[in-house]
């Protein structure tokens, strides 16, 4: 009895089919010609089993059946143009003056060759502000035709930080669709967070600074003064007038940078260092002092000429001449203009010689 038929292979049916047979007492390898090749997975049809097994006999030709049952389908793979899109943003809300991180990760899912993938941006009113060159070749802005080719199994990542929009408020946004290869698939982004805004207390106190101290005492508070207020997250604008203790008083206001101003009377005049910006943060209030100087009519200067120290200056240009000095008597800051003396003819200056030269 020999060994089992070894090295069978499969041709094409108009072809014959080559069994080489080893023997089992010489080892000696006998090729023999077998009918055509059929595909699917051949079984013997006496044991139903995958081994064919050959008894040869000395001057005898030793036949075999091969049966053959159909084999597995495999068919062509479908080119599948798939992504799968996974947004996440770092925090669940933010303060309107906060910062917003994002991050998107883009995977091929699909089935194929490589094929491109791009960002197409829904502008919302809620959408963050953002630099949108972070995108990289996912939004190719500055070249259309390139951009993001991906592999099947091949994803990426890019990390988006940017801030709410202040006028908006309460939501932060972003939206917009990924889309994937040239047949229009595309799957939507859509991430959005809560925003909340702190708020804070402003008392606005004008006040006349009578004895010039730098500092509000009382019965210097002046009422009736037009004041406005305007700024914080979002932008807030403020008018009204002072009370009878010289305060304006807001509440519930958003925190952020201000600016104060006070339309006072012609009385009175504003500091030359005053400033007129504060910071209100959403823990409390703040009270922002506000001190005019003393009245109009009260402001006082004096101007001293000293003979020993005056100078006398010719100005070629106008041919006038200043002198004199100045003090100040007053703590009031005042200013004086210097007007320049008539210019006198030679005449006038030498009537001796005049009237010399004339005779």
């Not at 099947?152 to 929009?165: F, H, I």
Request: aromatic letters at 8%.
């Amino acid at each position: 009895m020999g060994a089992p038929a070894l090295g069978a292979r499969n041709h094409d049916h108009h072809d014959h089919h080559t069994v080489r047979v080893t023997d089992g007492d010489t080892r000696r390898d006998h090729d023999d010609r077998a009918a055509g090749g059929v595909l699917g997975e051949y079984r013997d049809q006496a044991t139903g089993d995958g081994w064919f097994t050959v008894d040869v006999v000395a001057d005898t030709t030793a036949r075999v059946v091969f049966a053959v049952v159909p084999g597995p389908e495999v068919a062509e793979p479908v080119e599948v143009d798939r992504v799968e899109v996974t947004a996440s943003s770092d925090r669940a809300a933010y303060d309107i003056a906060g910062l917003v991180t994002a991050r998107v990760k883009v995977a091929d899912t699909g089935v194929g060759p490589r094929v491109p993938v791009r960002f197409a941006p829904d502008w919302v009113p809620s959408t963050m502000i953002y630099d949108y060159t972070r995108w990289g070749p996912l939004y190719p802005t500055s070249n259309p035709t390139g951009g993001l080719y991906l592999w099947a199994g091949e994803s990426y990542e890019v990390t988006l930080v940017g801030e709410p929009r202040p006028w908006v408020g309460d939501l932060v946004s972003l939206k917009g669709r990924i889309t994937v290869g040239t047949r229009g698939e595309s799957v939507p982004l859509d991430l959005s967070a809560a925003v909340s805004q702190a708020v804070g207390d402003v008392a606005v106190l004008v006040y006349g600074d009578v004895n010039a101290n730098g500092a509000f005492d009382p019965g210097e508070a002046l009422p009736d003064q037009a004041v406005t207020v305007e700024g914080g997250l979002p932008t807030t604008l403020h008018r009204g007038d002072t009370d009878a203790a010289g305060r304006y008083r807001i509440e519930d206001t958003p925190a952020g940078n201000y600016r104060v101003r006070v339309w006072h009377s012609s009385r009175w005049a504003l500091p030359i260092d005053f400033y007129d910006r504060f910071t209100l943060t959403g823990d409390g209030g703040t009270t922002v002092e506000v001190g005019l100087v003393r009245p109009e009519d009260a402001l006082t200067a004096v101007i001293a000429w000293d003979k020993l120290l005056a100078r006398t200056v010719a100005l070629p240009s106008d041919g006038c001449a200043r002198t004199g000095t100045a003090t100040r008597s007053s703590p009031a800051r005042s200013r004086s203009r210097w007007w320049p003396r008539p210019r006198r003819s030679w005449r006038s200056a030498h009537p001796g010689r005049a009237s010399a030269a004339s005779t």
